[in-house]
């Protein structure tokens, strides 16, 4: 079993930057970590994702060129660098991490933190 802690959300102001963390614990070593998230009204989406190995990530089209994923397996890390936020950035983020490859589909995901509210003004 793996369990999932964020940290790091809170208010921002549009433009500025905001970086996400997301605790691993327990037995197992999960190999995809992915960031998701939930805006009000909406279902929640993928944000970006990160192989074992750190490889090349995936980013969805909304956050590419502002977001970086990162991790760091010695410190079961994972996190999620946010530059020039935008109001229709905030919503609720949610860790999430998978035994195989990168996907984008929520529902390939076995494990989820409780998420952190990330809320930005204009």
């Known amino acids: 079993q793996v369990q999932l802690a964020e940290s790091g959300g809170g208010l921002a102001q549009a433009g500025t930057s905001q970086r996400l963390s997301c605790a691993a614990s327990?037995?197992?070593?999960?190999?995809?970590m992915a960031w998701f998230r939930q805006a009000p009204g909406k279902e929640r989406e993928f944000v970006a994702s990160?192989?074992?190995?750190?490889?090349?990530?995936d980013y969805a089209d909304a956050v590419k060129g502002r977001f970086t994923i990162s991790r760091d397996n010695a410190k079961n890390m994972v996190y999620l660098q946010m530059n020039n936020l935008k109001p229709e950035d905030t919503a609720v983020y949610y860790c999430?991490?998978?035994?195989?490859?990168?996907?984008?589909?929520?529902?390939?995901?076995?494990?989820w933190g409780q998420g952190t509210q990330v809320t930005v003004s204009s």
């Open positions: 327990g037995n197992g070593r999960t190999s995809t």
């Open positions: 999430a991490g998978r035994y195989g490859s990168m996907i984008r589909e929520e529902f390939g995901y076995q494990y």
């Open positions: 990160i192989s074992w190995s750190g490889g090349v990530p």
